[in-house]
């Protein structure tokens, strides 16, 4: 499996003085284009954290991160941002949609920041919807929307601009289980469509479905499962 990203030494520390909290105590980990890996862990122990410095939305106190085999540690905000717009396709719990905008606007909306232009926009939204079966819901607004259809836009969304990894915390956390295992079925064909996938869970039964499940405890890797590929 060729790289795509590569941490060696990663720590994060929030804050200063007595408020300091050292999140990530000397992260190392490699994943692989193609790779579906589950992040687990108890509560506070840096998931997010790792995800925010995976997904370029934070950068880490120290230690190296290549992404495709480019040095990212020290980027800039405004470099991150770049990068992230271009490989970087996320699915919050909350499902973060534009509440005033139609579905499409909102899976539009990664495009427009790229300077794609409009009708090339539309075909590539309209596409992402069609591939998570919203395309008929294309003009309908969030609020119109069941927990997880809006799951799915924010999918689409993620996946429009074709993004090198997709990353997802708790993506099911908000969903019920029907609705849940819709998600992960969508994410399975992905995964088979050669998409790298990282998610965050809680669920046993959902990292089970990842080749690769990594334990956090108190901002260290404790262990790492792998199973045969599905
Ligand atoms: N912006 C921040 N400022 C200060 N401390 C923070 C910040 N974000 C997270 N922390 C702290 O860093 C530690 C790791 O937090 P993180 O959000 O990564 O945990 P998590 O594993 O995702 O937990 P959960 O399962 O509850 O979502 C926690 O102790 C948390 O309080
Ligand atoms: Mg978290």
């Known amino acids: 499996m060729m790289p795509l990203m590569q941490l060696a030494g990663i720590t994060k520390v929030y804050g200063e003085g007595e408020l300091q909290v050292q999140a990530l105590k000397g992260v190392d980990l ?27 939305l934070d950068s880490p106190s120290s230690g190296s991160y290549r992404l495709d085999g480019e040095e990212v540690a020290g980027f800039s905000r405004r470099k991150l941002a770049h990068l992230r717009n271009r490989k970087i396709g996320f699915i919050f719990q909350n499902f973060n949609l534009l509440p005033r905008a139609s579905l499409l606007r909102n899976v539009e909306l990664p495009l427009l920041y790229g300077g794609v232009g409009r009708r090339e926009r539309q075909d590539l939204a309209m596409a992402a919807l069609a591939k998570v079966g919203l395309a008929d819901r294309a003009r309908h607004r969030p609020n119109e929307l069941s927990g997880g259809q809006r799951q799915r836009g924010a999918i689409a969304r993620a996946l429009v601009g074709r993004p090198s990894v997709i990353m997802a915390d708790e993506p099911t956390g908000n969903l019920d289980q029907q609705t849940g295992s ?12 050669g998409q790298t996938l990282i998610m965050v869970t809680h669920d046993p039964s959902i990292a089970a479905r990842a080749r690769r499940t990594i334990r956090i405890v108190d901002g260290r890797i404790l262990s790492e499962e792998k199973r045969a590929a599905a």
């Open 182 to 193: 819709e998600i992960l079925e969508l994410f399975d064909e992905l995964r088979a469509g």
């Open 30 to 56: 490699e994943i692989g284009i193609g790779d579906y890996v589950a992040v687990m862990g108890p509560s506070g122990s840096g998931k997010s954290t790792l995800m925010h410095i995976l997904g370029l």
